[in-house]
């Protein structure tokens, strides 16, 4: 026969056993659980640490085939021909007259081609006394000015064509004035310019010659 003591002990042994059991059951989820939550933050911490490789990879990428598909990059002004500009203009400077125009053996004096080598240069950034060839060009001015007639004709010499050495010649005028303000070429150069739209062809736009002194040929 079983006494209430036996029965009561045999009653809490099953109660803790089954509390054991639910126990071990928890505790092995809550390991499922933490387990999960940690591969989920490795694989986010991987997907992120790889989107970051790829932000910066790809645009390192692109622009190493950009760099490879683009063509060589032209370069207008090398150190060649900077050096060969140079020399040039050093040589037109040693073919100046004395009296700061430039002569050729088929023209003689002629102020488009005094003009044309000022403007040399001038391009190369020398003006009326700035520059290594500044005197050249205030040279080459003086010989301009001293050539312009009161009919607004610049012509010098025995200049074949007039009025294409007078374009090249308003041309410096301009360029000098624009770059220094110098107010000795103003008038002249606002006389050659109404040569030219005066003696300009009502059929091409285009100056018709004139003779040496500034007027159109009848």
């Known amino acids: 026969m ?7 002990h045999a009653c809490l042994a099953r109660h803790r056993a089954v509390n054991h059991i639910l126990m071990h059951k928890m505790v092995n989820q ?9 591969c989920m933050l490795r694989t986010v911490c991987v997907a992120g640490c790889l ?5 910066v990879a790809c645009p390192a990428v692109a622009r190493a085939r ?4 683009a063509p060589a990059q ?17 040589k037109l400077a040693t073919l100046q ?16 081609i005094t003009a044309l080598a000022c403007l040399a240069f001038m391009a190369d950034g020398h003006v009326p006394g700035r520059g290594t060839h500044g005197e050249a060009v205030r040279r080459g001015l003086e010989f301009t000015l001293r050539h312009c007639q009161e009919t607004g ?9 007039p009025m294409y050495g007078h374009g090249f ?16 070429v103003r008038e002249p150069l606002v006389k050659a310019t109404r040569m030219i739209v005066n003696t300009a062809s009502t059929i091409s736009g285009t100056p018709i010659q004139v003779c040496k002194t500034g007027q159109a040929p009848t």
């Open 153 to 161: 004709l610049i012509a010098a010499g025995t200049s074949h064509g």
């Open 169 to 184: 010649a308003t041309l410096f005028l301009g360029e000098v004035y624009g770059m220094t303000g110098n107010e000795r």
């Open 51 to 55: 989107m970051m490789l790829f932000a």
């Open 66 to 69: 950009d760099a490879a598909a």
């Open 2 to 8: 079983v006494t209430p003591q036996v029965h009561l």
């Open 30 to 38: 809550y390991a499922m659980i933490i387990e999960a939550r940690r």
């Open 97 to 112: 007259d004395t009296d700061g125009g430039f002569t050729t053996s088929r023209f003689g004096k002629h102020a488009g």
């Open 74 to 90: 032209f370069v207008e002004i090398t150190p060649q021909s900077r050096r060969a500009v140079k020399r040039g203009l050093m």
